[in-house]
């Protein structure tokens, strides 16, 4: 089983729940609702956002500033 490192965005849809809480293209995901991404498998972190229900929490780094230690906590409001 393939174990992730890291976990970024691609890309981030205009007006979508990620959009609105403030995510960018390229931004790092270091945990999923509480969980660090590090040695999951990419089936193991899609769980657990599709099981997060209508809140989904992240953590997550801003890309090109990995060194500057630019962290935030993002909670995104899922209305499916």
Not at 48 to 73: D, K, Q
Request: proline letters at 2%; aromatic letters at 12%; one cysteine or more.
């Amino acid at each position: 089983m393939c174990k992730i490192s890291y976990l970024l965005f691609f890309q981030v849809r205009p007006y979508s729940p990620a959009d609105r809480a403030g995510l960018k293209s390229l931004d790092f995901i270091w945990t999923i609702n509480g969980k660090e991404v590090f040695e999951m498998s990419h089936k193991q972190c899609e769980d657990l956002v599709r099981s997060s229900g209508n809140t989904l929490e992240l953590s997550t780094e801003r890309s090109g500033m990995l060194r500057g230690n630019i962290s935030r906590y993002v909670s995104i409001n899922v209305f499916v």
